[in-house]
Protein backbone atom coordinates (compact mmCIF):
# COMPACT_ATOMS: atom_id res chain seq x y z
CA UNK A 1 0.00 0.00 0.00
CA UNK A 2 2.98 2.32 0.92
CA UNK A 3 3.98 1.64 -2.70
CA UNK A 4 1.00 2.26 -4.44
CA UNK A 5 0.42 5.61 -2.78
CA UNK A 6 4.50 6.76 -3.59
CA UNK A 7 3.17 5.78 -7.07
CA UNK A 8 0.51 8.22 -7.11
CA UNK A 9 2.18 11.16 -5.59
CA UNK A 10 4.60 11.18 -7.97
CA UNK A 11 1.33 10.91 -11.03
CA UNK A 12 -0.20 14.00 -9.00
CA UNK A 13 -2.59 12.13 -7.54
CA UNK A 14 -1.79 13.04 -3.59
CA UNK A 15 -3.57 10.46 -0.99
CA UNK A 16 -3.44 12.71 1.57
CA UNK A 17 -0.04 12.25 3.82
CA UNK A 18 2.13 8.89 3.10
CA UNK A 19 1.17 6.13 5.90
CA UNK A 20 1.32 2.99 3.97
CA UNK A 21 -2.45 1.81 5.83
CA UNK A 22 -5.58 1.48 3.10
CA UNK A 23 -7.27 4.79 4.37
CA UNK A 24 -10.34 6.71 3.21
CA UNK A 25 -8.27 9.13 1.46
CA UNK A 26 -6.34 6.50 -0.55
CA UNK A 27 -9.13 4.92 -1.74
CA UNK A 28 -10.25 8.15 -3.05
CA UNK A 29 -7.24 8.60 -4.60
CA UNK A 30 -7.02 5.32 -6.36
CA UNK A 31 -10.24 5.84 -8.02
CA UNK A 32 -9.13 8.83 -9.30
CA UNK A 33 -6.48 7.19 -11.31
CA UNK A 34 -8.66 4.57 -12.35
CA UNK A 35 -10.98 6.99 -13.42
CA UNK A 36 -7.97 8.48 -15.37
CA UNK A 37 -6.71 5.43 -17.04
CA UNK A 38 -10.16 3.90 -18.06
CA UNK A 39 -10.08 1.11 -15.29
CA UNK A 40 -13.22 -0.05 -13.32
CA UNK A 41 -13.66 2.87 -10.50
CA UNK A 42 -13.70 0.47 -7.25
CA UNK A 43 -11.27 2.45 -5.09
CA UNK A 44 -9.17 -0.51 -4.39
CA UNK A 45 -5.92 -1.91 -5.55
CA UNK A 46 -6.90 -4.61 -7.55
CA UNK A 47 -5.30 -7.12 -9.94
CA UNK A 48 -5.94 -4.51 -13.00
CA UNK A 49 -5.29 -1.55 -11.05
CA UNK A 50 -1.78 -3.42 -9.63
CA UNK A 51 -1.31 -4.08 -13.61
CA UNK A 52 -1.51 -0.61 -14.38
CA UNK A 53 -0.33 1.30 -11.00
CA UNK A 54 3.62 0.98 -11.69
CA UNK A 55 6.22 1.65 -9.35
CA UNK A 56 9.62 2.74 -10.09
CA UNK A 57 12.93 2.18 -8.20
CA UNK A 58 13.66 3.78 -6.19
CA UNK A 59 11.16 3.40 -4.14
CA UNK A 60 12.89 4.87 -0.89
CA UNK A 61 15.88 7.19 -0.39
CA UNK A 62 18.61 8.23 2.23
CA UNK A 63 17.64 11.29 3.65
CA UNK A 64 20.60 13.26 5.53
CA UNK A 65 20.15 15.47 8.66
CA UNK A 66 21.92 18.60 7.80
CA UNK A 67 23.09 21.54 9.71
CA UNK A 68 20.50 23.94 8.55
CA UNK A 69 18.07 21.35 9.34
CA UNK A 70 19.50 21.50 12.91
CA UNK A 71 19.89 25.20 13.19
CA UNK A 72 15.54 26.13 11.79
CA UNK A 73 14.25 24.38 14.43
CA UNK A 74 12.45 26.38 17.28
CA UNK A 75 9.97 25.79 20.22
CA UNK A 76 6.86 27.63 18.65
CA UNK A 77 5.12 29.45 21.62
CA UNK A 78 1.61 29.43 22.51
CA UNK A 79 -0.55 32.03 21.81
CA UNK A 80 -1.66 34.13 18.89
CA UNK A 81 0.65 37.10 20.84
CA UNK A 82 3.43 35.43 20.81
CA UNK A 83 3.58 33.46 18.07
CA UNK A 84 3.22 37.14 16.33
CA UNK A 85 6.90 38.44 17.92
CA UNK A 86 8.92 35.66 16.11
CA UNK A 87 10.87 36.11 12.99
CA UNK A 88 9.39 32.75 11.90
CA UNK A 89 7.13 30.07 12.70
CA UNK A 90 9.56 27.25 11.61
CA UNK A 91 9.62 23.48 12.30
CA UNK A 92 9.61 22.60 16.34
CA UNK A 93 12.04 18.67 15.64
CA UNK A 94 13.96 16.85 13.11
CA UNK A 95 10.82 14.16 12.71
CA UNK A 96 8.20 17.24 11.76
CA UNK A 97 11.21 18.56 9.33
CA UNK A 98 11.96 15.10 7.62
CA UNK A 99 7.93 13.93 7.58
CA UNK A 100 7.05 17.17 5.54
CA UNK A 101 9.80 16.88 3.13
CA UNK A 102 8.56 13.20 2.23
CA UNK A 103 4.69 13.84 1.77
CA UNK A 104 4.63 11.57 5.38
CA UNK A 105 2.47 10.92 8.33
CA UNK A 106 5.22 11.22 11.36
CA UNK A 107 4.43 7.82 12.37
CA UNK A 108 5.40 6.25 9.23
CA UNK A 109 8.47 7.89 9.05
CA UNK A 110 8.84 6.43 13.31
CA UNK A 111 8.46 2.46 11.74
CA UNK A 112 10.26 3.03 9.02
CA UNK A 113 13.73 4.21 11.17
CA UNK A 114 13.02 2.32 14.61
CA UNK A 115 16.90 2.83 15.58
CA UNK A 116 16.17 6.67 15.80
CA UNK A 117 16.05 8.19 19.14
CA UNK A 118 14.07 11.10 18.04
CA UNK A 119 14.35 13.56 20.90
CA UNK A 120 17.94 13.90 20.08
CA UNK A 121 18.66 14.07 16.17
CA UNK A 122 22.26 15.18 15.29
CA UNK A 123 23.72 16.40 12.13
CA UNK A 124 24.91 13.65 9.95
CA UNK A 125 22.13 11.12 11.02
CA UNK A 126 20.63 9.18 7.77
CA UNK A 127 17.05 8.33 7.35
CA UNK A 128 15.05 6.53 5.44
CA UNK A 129 12.49 8.25 3.66
CA UNK A 130 9.83 7.24 0.77
CA UNK A 131 11.51 8.83 -2.40
CA UNK A 132 8.56 11.25 -3.74
CA UNK A 133 9.16 14.80 -5.44
CA UNK A 134 6.44 17.63 -6.45
CA UNK A 135 5.20 15.95 -9.52
CA UNK A 136 5.55 17.59 -12.97
CA UNK A 137 2.11 17.81 -14.61
CA UNK A 138 1.60 17.51 -18.15
CA UNK A 139 -1.51 19.48 -20.18
CA UNK A 140 -2.64 23.09 -19.51
CA UNK A 141 -4.87 23.90 -16.63
CA UNK A 142 -8.14 25.14 -17.18
CA UNK A 143 -9.84 25.74 -13.83
CA UNK A 144 -9.36 24.70 -10.10
CA UNK A 145 -12.46 22.65 -9.22
CA UNK A 146 -13.17 21.96 -5.26
CA UNK A 147 -15.77 19.30 -3.91
CA UNK A 148 -17.46 19.80 -0.45
CA UNK A 149 -18.87 16.58 -0.08
CA UNK A 150 -15.51 14.81 -0.95
CA UNK A 151 -13.36 17.39 0.37
CA UNK A 152 -10.91 17.14 -2.80
CA UNK A 153 -9.50 19.48 -4.80
CA UNK A 154 -8.80 19.05 -8.68
CA UNK A 155 -6.57 21.07 -11.22
CA UNK A 156 -8.44 20.28 -14.46
CA UNK A 157 -7.49 20.76 -18.32
CA UNK A 158 -9.07 21.58 -21.15
CA UNK A 159 -10.58 18.32 -22.29
CA UNK A 160 -11.72 17.57 -18.97
CA UNK A 161 -8.97 15.37 -17.51
CA UNK A 162 -7.76 15.70 -13.97
CA UNK A 163 -4.11 16.75 -14.25
CA UNK A 164 -3.68 17.14 -10.20
CA UNK A 165 -5.85 15.90 -7.54
CA UNK A 166 -5.31 16.12 -3.93
CA UNK A 167 -7.47 15.72 -0.34
CA UNK A 168 -8.56 19.30 1.19
CA UNK A 169 -9.99 21.10 4.53
CA UNK A 170 -13.23 22.52 4.14
CA UNK A 171 -15.41 24.86 6.45
CA UNK A 172 -16.79 22.98 9.23
CA UNK A 173 -19.62 25.10 8.84
CA UNK A 174 -21.05 24.35 6.18
CA UNK A 175 -22.43 28.29 5.66
CA UNK A 176 -19.09 29.59 5.87
CA UNK A 177 -17.83 27.34 2.17
CA UNK A 178 -17.21 29.70 -0.31
CA UNK A 179 -20.04 27.81 -2.99
CA UNK A 180 -19.82 29.25 -6.22
CA UNK A 181 -17.40 30.35 -9.21
CA UNK A 182 -14.30 32.45 -8.56
CA UNK A 183 -11.32 33.43 -9.81
CA UNK A 184 -7.58 33.76 -8.20
CA UNK A 185 -6.45 37.03 -7.36
CA UNK A 186 -3.23 36.60 -5.87
CA UNK A 187 -0.48 34.12 -4.84
CA UNK A 188 1.72 34.59 -2.50
CA UNK A 189 4.89 31.89 -1.46
CA UNK A 190 6.15 32.05 2.18
CA UNK A 191 3.33 34.26 3.15
CA UNK A 192 2.80 35.80 6.31
CA UNK A 193 -1.09 35.65 7.84
CA UNK A 194 -3.20 38.60 9.41
CA UNK A 195 -4.38 37.18 13.03
CA UNK A 196 -8.21 38.86 13.04
CA UNK A 197 -10.09 38.17 16.51
CA UNK A 198 -13.01 38.46 14.73
CA UNK A 199 -12.30 35.05 13.31
CA UNK A 200 -11.84 33.32 16.63
CA UNK A 201 -15.34 34.42 18.42
CA UNK A 202 -14.72 31.39 20.93
CA UNK A 203 -10.70 32.80 21.48
CA UNK A 204 -10.74 34.02 24.99
CA UNK A 205 -7.57 35.13 24.09
CA UNK A 206 -8.54 36.33 20.32
CA UNK A 207 -11.65 38.58 22.16
CA UNK A 208 -8.86 40.16 24.72
CA UNK A 209 -6.19 41.49 22.50
CA UNK A 210 -9.56 42.99 20.51
CA UNK A 211 -6.83 43.94 17.61
CA UNK A 212 -5.26 42.58 14.48
CA UNK A 213 -2.16 40.44 14.48
CA UNK A 214 0.77 39.71 11.79
CA UNK A 215 2.30 35.81 12.40
CA UNK A 216 5.60 35.85 10.40
CA UNK A 217 6.20 33.30 7.83
CA UNK A 218 6.92 29.46 8.05
CA UNK A 219 5.49 25.80 7.59
CA UNK A 220 3.98 26.30 11.10
CA UNK A 221 2.26 29.28 9.79
CA UNK A 222 -1.15 28.91 10.13
CA UNK A 223 -1.91 29.09 6.14
CA UNK A 224 1.44 26.95 5.84
CA UNK A 225 3.55 27.77 3.08
CA UNK A 226 1.58 28.90 0.67
CA UNK A 227 -1.78 31.44 -0.08
CA UNK A 228 -3.73 31.68 -3.43
CA UNK A 229 -6.03 34.54 -2.71
CA UNK A 230 -9.56 34.51 -4.27
CA UNK A 231 -12.18 36.62 -5.63
CA UNK A 232 -14.48 35.87 -2.68
CA UNK A 233 -13.57 38.52 -0.14
CA UNK A 234 -11.47 37.06 2.80
CA UNK A 235 -11.09 33.61 0.94
CA UNK A 236 -8.22 31.57 -0.04
CA UNK A 237 -7.05 28.42 -0.94
CA UNK A 238 -3.67 27.71 1.57
CA UNK A 239 -1.04 24.90 2.78
CA UNK A 240 -1.38 24.43 6.54
CA UNK A 241 0.89 23.18 9.46
CA UNK A 242 -1.29 19.77 10.07
CA UNK A 243 -0.81 17.86 7.42
CA UNK A 244 -2.38 14.95 8.69
CA UNK A 245 -5.36 16.58 9.96
CA UNK A 246 -6.09 17.26 5.77
CA UNK A 247 -9.81 16.18 4.84
CA UNK A 248 -10.38 15.14 8.58
CA UNK A 249 -10.92 17.95 10.55
CA UNK A 250 -12.22 21.82 9.22
CA UNK A 251 -11.10 24.95 8.07
CA UNK A 252 -12.48 28.46 9.27
CA UNK A 253 -13.82 28.92 5.76
CA UNK A 254 -10.83 28.59 3.52
CA UNK A 255 -9.55 25.73 1.35
CA UNK A 256 -7.00 24.06 2.87
CA UNK A 257 -4.36 21.59 1.86
CA UNK A 258 -1.00 20.05 2.98
CA UNK A 259 1.76 22.61 1.99
CA UNK A 260 3.26 20.36 -0.49
CA UNK A 261 0.31 20.19 -1.94
CA UNK A 262 -0.24 23.71 -2.23
CA UNK A 263 3.18 23.96 -3.68
CA UNK A 264 2.14 21.21 -6.50
CA UNK A 265 -1.02 23.00 -7.15
CA UNK A 266 0.52 26.97 -6.96
CA UNK A 267 3.40 25.57 -9.48
CA UNK A 268 1.06 25.59 -12.09
CA UNK A 269 -1.67 28.25 -11.89
CA UNK A 270 -1.76 31.95 -12.55
CA UNK A 271 -3.60 35.18 -11.25
CA UNK A 272 -6.96 34.55 -13.19
CA UNK A 273 -7.73 30.83 -13.31
CA UNK A 274 -11.12 30.03 -12.15
CA UNK A 275 -12.17 28.24 -9.15
CA UNK A 276 -15.68 26.15 -8.88
CA UNK A 277 -16.57 25.40 -5.55
CA UNK A 278 -19.03 22.54 -5.63
CA UNK A 279 -21.29 20.92 -2.85
Known amino acids: MLEAQIALVRLGISP ?10 TSKAVSIFQKKYGLDVTGKMDLSTRQVLHIYEPVFAQYTVSRLDRECLMKIPEGWLSKSQEKRLDFE ?5 VAE ?4 SQDLI ?4 PQIEWSDVGEGTSLLVPYVWLPKLEGKPEKIVISLQKRSLSLMGKKGEVLFYCPCSIAGQSDKAPRGQWTVISIKKNPAYRFSPQNFPNSIEAQALGKELILPPGPNNPVGKVWIGLSKKGYGIHGSPEPEKIGITGSIGCIRLSNWDAETLVSYIEVGIPVHVED
Open 16 to 25: GVLDGFDGAQ
Open 93 to 97: NILEL
Open 101 to 104: RSFS
Open 110 to 113: RRMN
